[in-house]
């Protein structure tokens, strides 16, 4: 009877220790995770700190040969010499126009390409998209060289046009609304057929409102593209009247010494244009997140 009472007691011990080890274990676990992701989050928010107290800084504290981590005197003054210098207000007026005419007539194009894609039954249609799929494979930039011969002979250079119409088509957001649309089921289609609906009017009243967080999603990136676009145009309308801010920011903050650059005055405007993108993020990011999201693999 003792030796049983031992045992139980050893195998209470056992158990018992075992439990300790595992919760050591998990501790141990997510200690190492959150190290990691402290880690990671430095290593993303730094780059955003330094553009942050650069721009507070003189432009001698700035070219110490030891820098500082916040400015001895703090500069307020370089955002608002950043603003007049690069003439930001028109830079942000030409981006503006730039970005919502773009994004109107992609949105315009995209949704009627995935509804004709998703639903719209005609000779060749998959063919068609797995052609469109397999630009997707090209980089880029192989077509710069083309695109800047055929709006030079079009005689678009310099004018909002050459930023504007070369990239209205976007293979990817047709893709990403395509899955979206064939997510609706069909049978909402044939039924509204029988109705005698015509597709316009299904398009904008069915297709349209299920699928709008994945057309905020396409706007909101369709924008954002417009707003970092840098080297074409840089390439085709760099002039004064045309100038976006991307290619606004680079040559703006030259010093009177010859290739001395006021970089403390470049990083507050950098922070100016920055800053609407960090609020599309915060503030719509879960309209991105769902959009993707509800996009699928069907298809």
Do not use: C
């Not at 190290?35 to 650069?54: E, T």
């Not at 194009?109 to 509804?115: C, E, H, K, N, P």
């Not at 990817?172 to 899955?179: V, W």
């Not at 045309?242 to 507050?268: K, S, W």
């Amino acid at each position: 009877m003792t030796d049983q009472k031992n045992i139980a007691v050893m195998h209470s011990k056992n158990l018992n220790t075992e439990k300790v080890k595992g919760k050591a274990g998990k501790i141990i676990g997510k200690i190492i995770v959150y190290a990691f992701l402290i880690l990671m989050a430095i290593i993303v928010v730094f780059p955003f700190y330094w553009m942050i107290i650069s721009s507070l800084k003189s432009l001698p504290e700035y070219k110490l040969p030891n820098p500082t981590f916040w400015p001895k005197q703090i500069m307020l003054s370089n955002y608002i010499n950043a603003f007049n210098t690069a003439s930001l207000g028109k830079l942000f007026v030409n981006t503006m126009i730039v970005g919502i005419v773009s994004t109107i007539l992609s949105l315009v194009i995209t949704v009627l390409s995935a509804f004709a894609f998703a639903r719209l039954e005609f000779k060749g249609r998959d063919t068609l998209f797995a052609a469109l799929l397999a630009t997707m494979m090209i980089p880029g930039e192989l077509f710069t060289i083309t695109n800047y011969i055929t709006v030079y002979q079009f005689g678009w250079m310099k004018t909002y046009t050459v930023l504007i119409v070369p990239f209205l088509v976007s293979v990817f957001y047709i893709y990403l609304l395509r899955q979206n649309f064939l997510q609706i089921p069909n049978e909402l289609y044939l039924a509204a057929k029988v109705d005698g609906t015509s597709d316009i009017k299904y398009l904008w009243k069915v297709m349209i409102p299920l699928a709008l967080p994945t057309i905020i999603s396409i706007t909101i990136l369709k924008m954002m593209g417009a707003w970092n676009s840098y080297i074409w145009p840089r390439l085709v309308a760099n002039d004064e009247n045309h100038r976006l801010i991307t290619n606004g920011l680079r040559t703006a903050f030259e010093t009177t010494v010859a290739g001395e650059v006021d970089y403390p005055l470049q990083m507050a405007a950098v922070a100016i244009v920055s800053f609407p993108l960090f609020l599309v993020f915060v503030f719509l990011r879960k309209y991105i997140m769902k959009g993707v999201s509800r996009s699928g693999i069907k298809g």
